[in-house]
């Protein structure tokens, strides 16, 4: 007997409310299933905000693997947009949150063949208003270090010092994708939908500004420290 047929008989012997609630569970177990699978593919393992009187600065870790059908496009030349944008939202007791600020960072990976090495441009603001005018490039002997440096995020300049209040905690949602958009047009037909190109993950979380440390001024102090010790002896 197929399972079409043992399914039918089901339906028709069991109760409505029975079959509703088999129904909805076997419906959350699925979902559950798909978003077990979509945090493993990637997720933000920390998050930190710090103020000084120059802005606003965001630091992040984000783990994912690189799909083999992004690695084999990149070893045929084929560029990697990736894109992080952060939005500070500031709490409101008798309406909605409002947002402060919206900031966006754009990273371009791409394999250089006659070097055989990896070329990473970090641009500020979206692609498609700045173009590929890069205000840091750096180059890597090979992909996996190009890929750790696009996971980390450190002190990323997301705001005025003004715009947000010091100790006080704001809500931050934080997003992070392969950008498809920025992909070839013949590109962009045939991985519409496709799994193996799903590089994104989002978390909102409520975070405090830290106040940043100055590590010029710790520095000087522990070089006077060690002069006073070389001077006693």
């Not at 791409?110 to 970090?122: E, M, Y």
């Amino acid at each position: 007997m197929s399972t079409t047929v043992s399914f039918t008989q089901f339906l028709k012997n069991a109760k409505p409310d029975s079959v509703l609630r088999r129904l909805l569970a076997f419906w959350v177990c699925t979902v559950m299933a798909f978003a077990g699978q979509a945090a493993l593919a990637a997720e933000v393992s920390q998050l930190k905000m710090e103020r000084s009187d120059e802005g606003v600065y965001l630091s992040a870790s984000i783990q994912f693997d690189l799909p083999p059908a992004v690695e084999d496009a990149l070893l045929k030349g084929i560029p990697m947009f990736f894109v992080a944008e952060a939005d500070i939202y500031r709490s409101r007791w008798y309406w909605y949150d409002k947002r402060i600020t919206t900031a966006t960072r754009t990273m371009r990976l791409a394999f250089q063949p006659l070097t055989r090495r990896w070329r990473l441009n970090v641009l500020p603001g979206a692609i498609s208003v700045t173009g590929l005018r890069a205000s840091f490039s750096q180059n890597y002997d090979n992909l996996d270090d190009a890929v750790a440096s696009i996971q980390r995020f450190s002190r990323w300049r997301i705001a005025d010092a003004a715009e947000v209040e010091p100790g006080v905690r704001h809500n931050v949602d934080f997003r992070f994708r392969l950008d498809l958009s920025q992909l070839p047009r013949p590109f962009q037909i045939g991985v519409a939908g496709q799994k193996d190109w799903a590089i994104t993950v989002e978390t909102n979380r409520d975070l405090v500004a830290e106040p940043i440390r100055d590590l010029s001024r710790d520095a000087t102090k522990d070089l006077s420290r060690e002069a006073g010790k070389e001077a006693e002896k």
